[in-house]
């Protein structure tokens, strides 16, 4: 792919998700407001950095944190499984398992506004047309126009009024608005991306430093960590 081609691609992407994203926040606003604290693109600091979170609403059934995901398809993937599939066009594409990241992301929260991370939901949004093929048990995958069905709909342990009121002062207080900062959160993730990118091509782990072995699996040769299954980092060639 040419550097054209490349930018035209990038741009395309950009102009999709932020589509997305603006249709997410409109159904979040079907939410009742009496009940439902909206927060969209939420950035807050933590002892590595700062993390950048969609999309968060605290109601009374719990938090429910948002990650929203532009893949199109058929999606197949667990809860526990590292990777997912999709596929699309005839072709098949494997990523990281979206909920270990939105993951991160409640350990963040949960630490920052200081209640248990059972208090959380995990919530992956996909476009309408995407079929879903998700097996979870403490999450949910759905499409746009079902978040504030699921979210109404939601049956769990609760907020105690003192813990939602946590949650709002944490996240109308603690969440960065500045221009500045947010664009060094955006360099930061490059440098990171390149550092890993830099890590494989010398055959080292960018998850753990162990070094890369070359493997044969069922869907052909791979690089693997050779601290599996402690670590179980891999590239496929």
Known sequence: MNKLSQI???????IKGSIGEHAVSAELRKLPRDLCYIYNNVMLETEKGSTQIDHIVVAPQGV??????????TI??????QKWKQYLGGKEYSFYNPLRQNYGHIKVLSNAIGIPEKLFVSVLVFPDETKLMIETNNAAAVGISGISHYIKGYLGYGLTRSQADKAREVLSTQNIISFVERREHVQRIKENIQKAEESVNQG???????KLLLRKG???AFYGCSNYPKCRFKKKL
């Open 8 to 14: 035209k691609k990038e741009i395309s992407a950009g």
């Open 64 to 73: 429910f944190v948002l990650e929203t995901k532009n893949y199109q398809g």
């Open 76 to 81: 197949y993937g667990s809860e526990k499984a």
């Open 204 to 210: 080292i782990c960018p998850q753990c430093g162990g």
């Open 218 to 220: 069922e869907y052909g």
